[in-house]
T-cell receptor, first 112, second 116 residues
């Protein structure tokens, strides 16, 4: 079934540890995105990529990095996790920026 | 800069009653507008979208929304609520932000409860 997969589904992480959240899409979409969802704040864009090989910063990029080596994969890395990064993380993709975005099932991350 | 305001973080309706979820946006250029639904512990699913064609947009599950430029609104409605409509709903606006790129901005969401 075409769509977006995210891994892991959930994770508990000690503060200071490095963590990579994985995202893969099989729709050949050019654009991909990472959001975090926090109660009362809605979804906030962390980083985006318009096409393979390019990335950009969103609303809340600090403490996160991304790479886009190919069309399908868009991993999000927390170099040194902090408790304020406890959140639900959603990956999304679209055929180009401006079109509707398709979302993955999310990763629930807890940083202790 | 663009923004989205959803009036009411929580809306309760009786089963069979009209559903009205409000969304106002600000954008300096003609926008694309979207409504997404999120069921518990799931990702977001597109309900409907406005992309400068017909101002009344029909979506899935009996929902529709009307784009009103003069009011900068894109309210979501459904004539008769079902129990299965209980979820969180997000309005989003996408518009060009220069150099051919776009920014999608979400409202903070409205949680819909349906009372039997």
């Amino acid at each position: 079934i075409a769509g977006i997969t995210q891994a892991p589904t959930s994770q508990i992480l000690a503060a200071g540890r490095r963590m990579t959240l994985r995202c893969t899409q099989d729709m050949r979409h050019n654009a991909m995105y990472w959001y975090r969802q926090d109660l009362g704040l809605g979804l906030r864009l962390i980083h985006y990529s318009n096409t393979a090989g390019t990335t950009g910063k969103g609303e809340v990029p600090d403490g996160y990095s991304v790479s886009r080596a190919n069309t399908d994969d868009f991993p999000l890395t927390l170099a040194s996790a902090v408790p304020s990064q406890t959140s639900v993380y959603f990956c999304a993709s679209s055929s180009h920026r401006g079109n509707e975005q398709f979302f993955g099932p999310g990763t629930r991350l807890t940083v202790l | 800069a663009q923004s989205v305001t959803q009036l009411g973080s929580h809306v309760s309706v009786s089963e069979g009653a009209l559903v009205l979820l409000r969304c106002n946006y600000s954008s300096s250029v003609p926008p694309y507008l979207f409504w997404y639904v999120q069921y518990p512990n799931q990702g977001l699913q597109l309900l409907l979208k406005y992309t400068s064609a017909a101002t009344l947009v029909k979506g899935i599950n009996g929902f529709e929304a009307e784009f009103k430029k003069s009011e900068t609104s894109f309210h979501l409605t459904k004539p008769s609520a079902h129990m299965s409509d209980a979820a969180e709903y997000f309005c989003a606006v996408s518009s060009a932000s220069g150099a051919g790129s776009y920014q999608l901005t979400f409202g903070k969401g409205t949680k819909l409860s349906v009372i039997p």
